[in-house]
């Protein structure tokens, strides 16, 4: 079965730290750049952070405080989050898509995207 699934979320402290991970199967994610997203309910999803071919991007409300890693052996992309705020919690996804020549290719329009996970909440509070 082709499909990405995203795990690691939960409840953390303001301060503290998560890793999430998607995993992929069906496919590999070596010719593919993956996204996270991230939406609370009543806004827009969000761009968070990107991978491919080892060049990464983060929104600036991320920088310094994620990071994105990739590990093409257990076909896995990695969210390390930490310094956790607040405004943090939503549902976080990833999506996989191919890239272009200068790696992750962005788009607003769901079916721009190969691959969607399911999401995994994250709920930062003390």
């Known amino acids: 079965q082709v499909q990405l699934v995203e795990s690691g979320g939960g409840l953390a402290q303001p301060g503290g730290s998560l890793r999430l991970s998607c995993a992929a199967s069906?496919?590999?994610?070596?010719?593919?750049?993956i996204h996270w997203f991230r939406q609370v309910p009543g806004k827009e999803r969000e761009r968070v952070s990107c991978?491919?071919?080892?060049?990464?991007y983060y929104t600036d409300s991320v920088k310094d405080r994620f990071t994105i890693s990739k590990d093409n052996a257990k076909n896995t992309v990695y969210l390390q989050m930490s310094g956790l705020k607040p405004e943090d919690t939503a549902v976080y996804y990833c999506?996989?898509?191919?890239?272009?020549?200068?790696?992750?290719?962005?788009?607003?329009?769901?079916?721009?995207?190969?691959?969607w996970g399911q999401g995994t909440q994250v709920t930062v509070s003390s």
């Open positions: 069906g496919f590999t994610l070596d010719y593919y750049a």
């Open positions: 999506a996989a898509n191919r890239p272009g020549a200068h790696g992750c290719v962005y788009s607003t329009t769901r079916r721009s995207y190969d691959y």
């Open positions: 991978i491919s071919d080892g060049s990464a």
